[in-house]
């Protein structure tokens, strides 16, 4: 997207730091340096959104992985400020140990990055420097309509989405999305011209919920 960046994972603490290696990769924070032209972040509303996300955990003495899903709210004031947290996240057994991430979070706010892992307790808080702007996933980084255009081939067409998408008090279960295709794959934006995913690879999105009115597209 034209901008340069570095890759930051949140903290695992001990044993955990290999157990939930392909969790932690599923969910990277990224962190963006200055950016330029169509990566120029947008400024969402206030928005809250709940997704699903999978990896693989090989527990000690297993051959063949098991498949880990957790759920994740993501609490967006702006690109920092905000909280992404583990609302939910199964039990491991590994030997002797049992541990879940449930109530492990991450929050940027007043320029700090706090990290709180609920499988050792500990946490961790980094100061940003002023150029630093940070996203909760790679794929969660705000761009408006038009710049998500100019990032895919194609044009997109509309389909209906099976999806919980609130714009204030008016909340709908199924909602027409724009879908763009790129390898093999959909990226689907609600008709909302400050281009808010409904529907990504790597993530179930199954609800997001919006302060204020819908703004449509305008593609005329």
Known sequence: MG?????????????????????????????????SGSATPAEWPALSMKYQVSGKFY????????TV?????????GINDWKRSVVTAPT?????????????????????????DATGGG??????????????????????FDAIEQRYDGEPVQRSVDVTVCFDDQCETSVQGWVFTEDEEEYIYVDDARGIPIALPGMTITEVRVTGARQPVDRD
């Open 59 to 66: 527990a000690v003495g297993d051959t063949e992985p098991d």
């Open 92 to 116: 491991i057994t590994d030997g002797t140990l049992q541990f879940s991430e449930t109530g492990s979070y991450t929050e940027v706010k007043d320029g700090v990055m706090t990290d709180y």
């Open 3 to 35: 901008n340069s960046m570095s890759i930051k994972r949140p903290l695992a603490i001990g044993v955990t730091a290999v157990a939930l290696f392909a969790l932690a990769v599923a969910s990277a924070l990224i962190l963006w340096g200055p950016v």
């Open 69 to 77: 899903t957790k759920e994740i709210l993501v609490e967006y004031r």
């Open 123 to 144: 946490t961790s808080a980094e100061t940003l420097t002023e150029d630093q702007l940070i996203a909760p996933e790679l794929r969660l980084y705000p761009l408006p």
